[in-house]
Protein backbone atom coordinates (compact mmCIF):
# COMPACT_ATOMS: atom_id res chain seq x y z
CA UNK A 1 0.00 0.00 0.00
CA UNK A 2 1.51 3.27 -0.77
CA UNK A 3 2.29 5.90 1.85
CA UNK A 4 0.16 8.74 2.10
CA UNK A 5 0.98 11.92 0.59
CA UNK A 6 2.70 13.88 3.13
CA UNK A 7 0.56 17.13 2.48
CA UNK A 8 -2.57 15.19 2.57
CA UNK A 9 -1.28 14.65 6.12
CA UNK A 10 -0.21 17.86 7.02
CA UNK A 11 -3.45 19.26 6.20
CA UNK A 12 -5.44 16.85 8.33
CA UNK A 13 -3.38 17.65 11.68
CA UNK A 14 -4.04 21.37 10.85
CA UNK A 15 -7.79 20.81 10.86
CA UNK A 16 -7.74 18.85 13.98
CA UNK A 17 -5.45 21.88 15.37
CA UNK A 18 -7.93 24.36 14.71
CA UNK A 19 -11.00 23.10 14.31
CA UNK A 20 -10.91 19.71 16.78
CA UNK A 21 -12.60 20.72 20.49
CA UNK A 22 -10.30 17.76 22.11
CA UNK A 23 -7.48 19.00 23.92
CA UNK A 24 -5.37 15.78 23.66
CA UNK A 25 -6.36 15.87 19.99
CA UNK A 26 -4.90 19.33 19.47
CA UNK A 27 -1.75 18.51 21.35
CA UNK A 28 -1.07 15.56 19.06
CA UNK A 29 -1.56 17.03 16.09
CA UNK A 30 0.39 20.25 17.29
CA UNK A 31 3.56 17.90 18.45
CA UNK A 32 3.62 16.09 14.73
CA UNK A 33 3.58 19.43 12.72
CA UNK A 34 6.43 20.42 14.45
CA UNK A 35 8.01 17.60 14.49
CA UNK A 36 7.75 17.55 10.65
CA UNK A 37 9.01 21.25 10.29
CA UNK A 38 12.20 19.66 11.38
CA UNK A 39 12.20 17.29 8.93
CA UNK A 40 14.15 17.87 5.24
CA UNK A 41 10.48 16.28 3.84
CA UNK A 42 9.25 19.26 4.91
CA UNK A 43 10.48 22.05 2.07
CA UNK A 44 9.28 19.76 -0.76
CA UNK A 45 6.11 19.12 1.33
CA UNK A 46 5.49 22.85 1.85
CA UNK A 47 6.06 24.55 -1.95
CA UNK A 48 3.51 21.36 -2.67
CA UNK A 49 1.34 23.27 -0.66
CA UNK A 50 1.70 26.65 -1.65
CA UNK A 51 1.42 25.56 -5.74
CA UNK A 52 -2.21 23.75 -4.56
CA UNK A 53 -5.00 25.23 -4.68
CA UNK A 54 -6.41 23.55 -1.87
CA UNK A 55 -9.90 23.95 -0.25
CA UNK A 56 -8.92 25.02 2.91
CA UNK A 57 -6.20 27.18 1.51
CA UNK A 58 -6.00 29.81 3.66
CA UNK A 59 -4.46 28.13 6.23
CA UNK A 60 -2.24 25.14 4.45
CA UNK A 61 -0.83 28.67 2.83
CA UNK A 62 0.12 30.28 5.91
CA UNK A 63 1.62 26.92 7.58
CA UNK A 64 3.56 26.18 4.53
CA UNK A 65 4.68 29.55 3.95
CA UNK A 66 5.61 29.82 7.76
CA UNK A 67 7.88 26.34 7.77
CA UNK A 68 8.84 27.74 4.43
CA UNK A 69 10.41 30.57 7.01
CA UNK A 70 11.40 28.49 9.67
CA UNK A 71 13.52 26.33 7.28
CA UNK A 72 15.57 29.08 6.21
CA UNK A 73 15.86 30.05 9.25
CA UNK A 74 16.86 26.94 11.18
CA UNK A 75 17.79 24.24 9.05
CA UNK A 76 19.18 26.26 5.83
CA UNK A 77 22.32 23.75 5.89
CA UNK A 78 19.82 20.92 5.00
CA UNK A 79 19.07 22.35 1.82
CA UNK A 80 21.99 21.75 -0.85
CA UNK A 81 23.48 25.18 -2.41
CA UNK A 82 22.55 23.62 -5.66
CA UNK A 83 18.93 23.83 -4.44
CA UNK A 84 19.14 28.17 -3.37
CA UNK A 85 18.24 29.53 -6.54
CA UNK A 86 15.16 27.32 -7.08
CA UNK A 87 14.39 28.11 -3.72
CA UNK A 88 14.31 31.12 -4.34
CA UNK A 89 12.65 31.29 -7.61
CA UNK A 90 9.84 29.58 -6.38
CA UNK A 91 9.23 31.81 -3.17
CA UNK A 92 9.41 34.78 -5.78
CA UNK A 93 6.36 32.68 -7.74
CA UNK A 94 4.71 32.13 -4.67
CA UNK A 95 4.81 36.00 -3.73
CA UNK A 96 3.41 36.95 -6.76
CA UNK A 97 0.54 34.34 -6.84
CA UNK A 98 -0.12 35.53 -3.07
CA UNK A 99 0.40 39.02 -3.31
CA UNK A 100 -3.04 40.38 -3.33
CA UNK A 101 -4.36 37.46 -0.85
CA UNK A 102 -4.20 37.23 2.94
CA UNK A 103 -1.38 39.47 4.63
CA UNK A 104 -0.46 37.12 7.17
CA UNK A 105 0.71 34.61 4.09
CA UNK A 106 1.80 37.43 2.21
CA UNK A 107 4.20 38.10 5.33
CA UNK A 108 5.00 34.71 6.22
CA UNK A 109 6.35 34.41 2.28
CA UNK A 110 8.23 37.67 2.34
CA UNK A 111 10.06 37.04 5.69
CA UNK A 112 10.73 33.73 3.67
CA UNK A 113 12.30 35.75 0.94
CA UNK A 114 14.35 38.23 3.40
CA UNK A 115 15.67 35.41 5.43
CA UNK A 116 16.94 33.66 2.35
CA UNK A 117 18.38 37.24 1.08
CA UNK A 118 20.55 37.16 4.58
CA UNK A 119 21.51 33.39 3.82
CA UNK A 120 22.26 32.81 0.20
CA UNK A 121 25.53 33.92 -0.69
CA UNK A 122 25.27 33.74 -3.66
CA UNK A 123 22.40 35.84 -4.13
CA UNK A 124 24.06 39.37 -5.28
CA UNK A 125 21.45 41.73 -5.63
CA UNK A 126 17.94 41.06 -3.78
CA UNK A 127 16.84 44.06 -3.73
CA UNK A 128 16.77 44.60 -7.77
CA UNK A 129 15.53 40.93 -8.30
CA UNK A 130 12.63 41.33 -6.39
CA UNK A 131 11.67 44.67 -7.65
CA UNK A 132 12.11 43.58 -10.70
CA UNK A 133 9.78 40.57 -10.02
CA UNK A 134 6.74 42.48 -7.64
CA UNK A 135 6.78 45.86 -9.72
CA UNK A 136 3.65 45.59 -10.47
CA UNK A 137 2.72 44.43 -7.28
CA UNK A 138 3.24 47.34 -4.83
CA UNK A 139 1.60 45.71 -1.85
CA UNK A 140 4.33 43.06 -2.35
CA UNK A 141 7.15 44.58 -2.85
CA UNK A 142 6.50 47.09 0.15
CA UNK A 143 6.05 44.24 2.29
CA UNK A 144 9.45 42.85 1.47
CA UNK A 145 11.25 46.13 1.80
CA UNK A 146 9.70 46.61 5.30
CA UNK A 147 10.79 43.06 6.57
CA UNK A 148 14.14 43.06 5.32
CA UNK A 149 15.60 44.90 7.38
CA UNK A 150 13.90 43.30 10.33
CA UNK A 151 15.09 40.65 9.45
CA UNK A 152 18.91 41.88 9.05
CA UNK A 153 18.98 43.25 12.28
CA UNK A 154 17.52 40.47 14.07
CA UNK A 155 19.84 39.05 16.55
CA UNK A 156 17.61 35.60 17.07
CA UNK A 157 18.90 35.24 13.07
CA UNK A 158 21.98 32.54 13.86
CA UNK A 159 24.25 34.30 10.94
CA UNK A 160 27.92 34.72 11.04
CA UNK A 161 28.83 37.99 12.10
CA UNK A 162 30.78 38.65 9.13
CA UNK A 163 27.74 37.74 6.56
CA UNK A 164 25.62 40.29 8.55
CA UNK A 165 28.06 43.04 8.59
CA UNK A 166 28.04 42.32 4.19
CA UNK A 167 24.26 42.16 4.04
CA UNK A 168 24.01 45.57 6.64
CA UNK A 169 27.25 47.07 4.05
CA UNK A 170 25.32 46.26 0.92
CA UNK A 171 21.56 47.56 2.22
CA UNK A 172 23.12 50.64 3.66
CA UNK A 173 24.00 51.05 -0.02
CA UNK A 174 21.27 50.40 -1.26
CA UNK A 175 19.34 52.67 1.07
CA UNK A 176 19.34 56.03 -0.82
CA UNK A 177 17.57 54.28 -3.82
CA UNK A 178 14.98 52.25 -1.44
CA UNK A 179 14.03 55.99 -0.21
CA UNK A 180 13.86 57.07 -3.70
CA UNK A 181 11.40 54.45 -4.73
CA UNK A 182 9.27 54.82 -1.67
CA UNK A 183 8.95 58.60 -1.75
CA UNK A 184 7.98 57.75 -5.70
CA UNK A 185 5.03 55.13 -4.43
CA UNK A 186 3.97 57.68 -1.72
CA UNK A 187 3.40 60.42 -4.16
CA UNK A 188 2.38 58.48 -7.59
CA UNK A 189 0.39 55.17 -6.24
CA UNK A 190 -3.12 55.54 -4.32
CA UNK A 191 -2.72 51.95 -3.76
CA UNK A 192 0.56 52.36 -1.51
CA UNK A 193 -1.19 53.17 1.71
CA UNK A 194 0.67 55.49 3.40
CA UNK A 195 0.57 53.74 6.92
CA UNK A 196 2.58 51.06 4.83
CA UNK A 197 5.42 53.50 3.44
CA UNK A 198 6.16 54.93 6.76
CA UNK A 199 6.35 51.76 8.14
CA UNK A 200 9.13 50.96 5.64
CA UNK A 201 10.78 53.88 6.03
CA UNK A 202 10.73 52.87 9.72
CA UNK A 203 12.40 49.50 9.27
CA UNK A 204 15.09 51.31 7.13
CA UNK A 205 16.15 53.94 9.27
CA UNK A 206 16.27 51.91 12.45
CA UNK A 207 18.25 49.65 10.40
CA UNK A 208 20.34 52.67 8.79
CA UNK A 209 21.13 54.15 12.30
CA UNK A 210 22.57 50.83 13.98
CA UNK A 211 24.67 49.78 11.00
CA UNK A 212 26.01 53.77 11.04
CA UNK A 213 27.02 53.73 14.72
CA UNK A 214 28.13 50.10 15.01
CA UNK A 215 30.60 51.24 11.83
CA UNK A 216 31.43 54.32 13.49
CA UNK A 217 32.38 52.90 17.00
CA UNK A 218 34.08 50.20 14.83
CA UNK A 219 36.32 52.37 13.29
CA UNK A 220 36.64 55.31 15.88
CA UNK A 221 39.61 54.10 16.94
CA UNK A 222 41.59 54.01 13.84
CA UNK A 223 40.20 56.94 11.95
CA UNK A 224 39.62 60.38 13.86
CA UNK A 225 37.04 61.09 10.82
CA UNK A 226 35.01 57.79 11.32
CA UNK A 227 32.49 60.52 13.22
CA UNK A 228 32.81 62.64 10.57
CA UNK A 229 31.99 60.14 7.90
CA UNK A 230 28.92 59.00 10.01
CA UNK A 231 27.46 62.37 10.11
CA UNK A 232 28.23 62.95 6.11
CA UNK A 233 26.55 59.43 5.28
CA UNK A 234 23.41 60.28 8.24
CA UNK A 235 22.84 63.82 5.94
CA UNK A 236 23.04 61.64 2.51
CA UNK A 237 20.37 60.17 4.05
CA UNK A 238 18.07 62.97 5.33
CA UNK A 239 18.21 64.23 1.95
CA UNK A 240 17.24 61.38 0.18
CA UNK A 241 14.50 60.75 2.47
CA UNK A 242 13.13 64.08 2.77
CA UNK A 243 10.36 63.56 0.79
CA UNK A 244 9.48 60.86 3.76
CA UNK A 245 10.15 62.61 6.11
CA UNK A 246 7.45 65.51 5.22
CA UNK A 247 5.03 62.90 5.21
CA UNK A 248 5.76 61.70 8.31
CA UNK A 249 5.64 64.97 10.13
CA UNK A 250 3.02 66.07 8.05
CA UNK A 251 1.20 62.68 9.48
CA UNK A 252 1.74 63.76 13.10
CA UNK A 253 -0.37 67.15 12.86
CA UNK A 254 -3.51 64.68 12.01
CA UNK A 255 -3.65 62.75 15.32
CA UNK A 256 -6.94 60.80 14.47
CA UNK A 257 -5.10 59.50 10.99
CA UNK A 258 -4.52 55.50 11.21
CA UNK A 259 -0.57 57.26 10.26
CA UNK A 260 -0.28 58.89 13.78
CA UNK A 261 1.47 56.28 15.85
CA UNK A 262 3.78 55.18 12.95
CA UNK A 263 4.58 58.42 12.05
CA UNK A 264 5.76 59.22 15.69
CA UNK A 265 7.62 56.16 15.31
CA UNK A 266 9.47 57.46 12.24
CA UNK A 267 10.17 60.92 13.51
CA UNK A 268 11.86 59.35 17.16
CA UNK A 269 14.13 57.04 14.85
CA UNK A 270 15.17 59.80 12.79
CA UNK A 271 15.87 61.85 16.02
CA UNK A 272 18.07 58.10 17.03
CA UNK A 273 19.44 58.77 13.50
CA UNK A 274 20.46 62.45 13.96
CA UNK A 275 22.22 62.21 17.32
CA UNK A 276 23.52 58.77 16.97
CA UNK A 277 21.79 57.31 19.78
CA UNK A 278 21.79 53.84 18.26
CA UNK A 279 25.35 53.31 19.07
CA UNK A 280 27.21 53.90 22.25
CA UNK A 281 27.42 57.91 22.81
CA UNK A 282 31.24 56.72 25.18
CA UNK A 283 32.69 55.12 22.27
CA UNK A 284 35.99 56.98 21.27
CA UNK A 285 35.78 60.06 18.70
CA UNK A 286 32.39 61.33 20.45
CA UNK A 287 34.06 63.14 22.51
CA UNK A 288 35.13 60.82 25.39
CA UNK A 289 31.94 60.69 26.95
CA UNK A 290 28.53 62.81 28.19
CA UNK A 291 29.17 66.41 27.33
CA UNK A 292 32.13 65.94 25.14
CA UNK A 293 32.61 68.75 21.96
CA UNK A 294 32.04 66.04 19.08
CA UNK A 295 28.63 64.55 21.37
CA UNK A 296 27.36 68.76 21.82
CA UNK A 297 28.32 69.32 17.78
CA UNK A 298 26.74 66.46 16.25
CA UNK A 299 23.79 67.18 19.11
CA UNK A 300 23.09 70.72 18.01
CA UNK A 301 22.77 69.82 14.13
CA UNK A 302 20.39 67.09 15.18
CA UNK A 303 18.51 70.17 16.66
CA UNK A 304 18.82 72.44 13.95
CA UNK A 305 17.32 69.95 11.68
CA UNK A 306 14.41 69.16 14.62
CA UNK A 307 13.89 72.27 15.86
CA UNK A 308 11.57 73.94 13.47
CA UNK A 309 9.52 70.55 13.98
CA UNK A 310 9.31 70.43 17.54
CA UNK A 311 8.19 74.29 17.79
CA UNK A 312 5.63 73.73 15.54
CA UNK A 313 4.45 70.86 17.72
CA UNK A 314 5.13 72.23 21.40
CA UNK A 315 1.76 74.29 21.13
CA UNK A 316 0.21 70.74 19.59
CA UNK A 317 1.33 69.38 23.03
CA UNK A 318 -0.48 71.68 24.47
CA UNK A 319 -3.63 71.94 22.89
CA UNK A 320 -4.10 67.84 23.52
CA UNK A 321 -3.41 68.10 26.68
CA UNK A 322 -6.40 70.86 27.01
CA UNK A 323 -8.71 69.29 24.76
CA UNK A 324 -7.83 65.30 27.24
CA UNK A 325 -6.52 63.61 23.47
CA UNK A 326 -4.26 61.71 25.48
CA UNK A 327 -3.62 59.31 22.83
CA UNK A 328 -2.27 62.23 20.66
CA UNK A 329 -0.33 64.08 23.67
CA UNK A 330 0.86 60.27 24.14
CA UNK A 331 2.60 60.28 20.94
CA UNK A 332 4.02 63.69 21.16
CA UNK A 333 5.47 63.15 24.66
CA UNK A 334 7.20 59.98 23.10
CA UNK A 335 8.70 62.10 20.50
CA UNK A 336 9.64 65.23 22.67
CA UNK A 337 10.98 62.70 25.17
CA UNK A 338 13.70 61.72 22.91
CA UNK A 339 14.70 64.65 21.22
CA UNK A 340 15.50 65.68 24.88
CA UNK A 341 17.30 62.61 25.63
CA UNK A 342 19.08 62.71 22.92
CA UNK A 343 20.45 66.19 23.19
CA UNK A 344 20.52 66.25 27.41
CA UNK A 345 23.99 67.00 27.40
CA UNK A 346 23.23 69.84 24.67
CA UNK A 347 20.15 71.50 26.83
CA UNK A 348 22.63 70.72 30.11
CA UNK A 349 25.00 72.88 28.70
CA UNK A 350 22.80 75.36 27.47
CA UNK A 351 21.08 75.88 30.77
CA UNK A 352 24.43 76.10 32.92
CA UNK A 353 25.73 78.86 30.21
CA UNK A 354 28.77 76.15 28.98
CA UNK A 355 28.51 75.68 25.97
CA UNK A 356 32.53 75.04 24.51
CA UNK A 357 33.88 77.32 21.64
CA UNK A 358 33.72 74.57 19.06
CA UNK A 359 29.56 74.41 19.51
CA UNK A 360 29.29 78.39 20.00
CA UNK A 361 31.08 78.43 16.27
CA UNK A 362 29.13 76.33 14.93
CA UNK A 363 25.86 77.59 15.67
CA UNK A 364 26.94 81.29 14.60
CA UNK A 365 28.42 79.20 11.53
CA UNK A 366 25.28 77.21 10.31
CA UNK A 367 22.42 78.85 12.23
CA UNK A 368 23.18 82.35 13.45
CA UNK A 369 23.81 83.07 16.98
CA UNK A 370 21.83 81.70 19.72
CA UNK A 371 19.62 79.63 18.20
CA UNK A 372 21.21 76.42 19.40
CA UNK A 373 20.13 77.80 23.07
CA UNK A 374 17.57 78.94 22.32
CA UNK A 375 15.72 75.87 20.87
CA UNK A 376 17.80 73.65 23.76
CA UNK A 377 15.89 75.86 26.33
CA UNK A 378 12.48 75.16 24.78
CA UNK A 379 12.90 71.89 24.34
CA UNK A 380 13.39 71.74 28.39
CA UNK A 381 10.40 74.09 28.86
CA UNK A 382 8.52 71.55 26.75
CA UNK A 383 9.62 68.58 29.16
CA UNK A 384 8.38 70.34 32.05
CA UNK A 385 4.81 70.56 30.15
CA UNK A 386 4.92 67.28 29.07
CA UNK A 387 5.70 65.93 33.12
CA UNK A 388 2.63 68.64 34.39
CA UNK A 389 0.40 66.08 32.29
CA UNK A 390 -2.89 65.39 34.55
CA UNK A 391 -2.03 61.57 33.11
CA UNK A 392 0.37 59.64 34.97
CA UNK A 393 1.09 57.31 32.29
CA UNK A 394 1.88 59.86 30.34
CA UNK A 395 3.77 62.54 32.12
CA UNK A 396 6.00 59.68 33.25
CA UNK A 397 7.18 59.22 29.55
CA UNK A 398 9.27 62.64 30.04
CA UNK A 399 10.88 61.25 33.82
CA UNK A 400 13.96 59.23 32.06
CA UNK A 401 14.81 62.90 30.33
CA UNK A 402 15.34 64.04 34.02
CA UNK A 403 17.21 61.35 34.85
CA UNK A 404 19.49 61.70 31.80
CA UNK A 405 19.99 65.35 32.94
CA UNK A 406 20.65 64.47 36.46
CA UNK A 407 23.25 61.91 35.31
CA UNK A 408 25.35 64.93 32.89
CA UNK A 409 24.75 66.97 35.64
CA UNK A 410 26.46 64.72 38.33
CA UNK A 411 29.42 63.88 35.40
CA UNK A 412 30.16 67.13 34.43
CA UNK A 413 30.36 68.21 38.94
CA UNK A 414 32.66 64.69 39.33
CA UNK A 415 34.86 65.89 36.28
CA UNK A 416 35.45 69.29 37.73
CA UNK A 417 37.05 67.86 40.64
Given at each position: MAAEDPATVCMRALHVLLHNPDPLAKKQADDWLHQFQQTP??????DQMLHTPLQDGGEAWYFAAQTIRTKIWNDFEQLPKLAHASLRDSLL?????????????LTQLCLALSCLAVRMRSWERPIHDVHARLGASKRALLEFLTVLPETVIDSKLSVDRVRKREVRAQLLVAAP????????????????????????VLSWF???????????????????????????????VVSKANPLVALATEELFKPDDECFEVAVDVCIELVRLLTGEAGDQDAPGLGGGPGGEAVLVRQARALSILGPLLERL?????????????????GLCRLFAEAAESCAALVVNVLAGTLPPAVVAADCAERGDGETARRAAQLAQTMLVA????????AEISFNFWFVAMHEIVSRR????
Open positions: EAWQTASHVVQRADGAANVGVYELLAHLSQSDPAAKRERVLRCRLTAIELAQVEAAATSASPSAGAARDAAVAEGPQLRAHEASGDEDAARSAHPAPEIDGDH
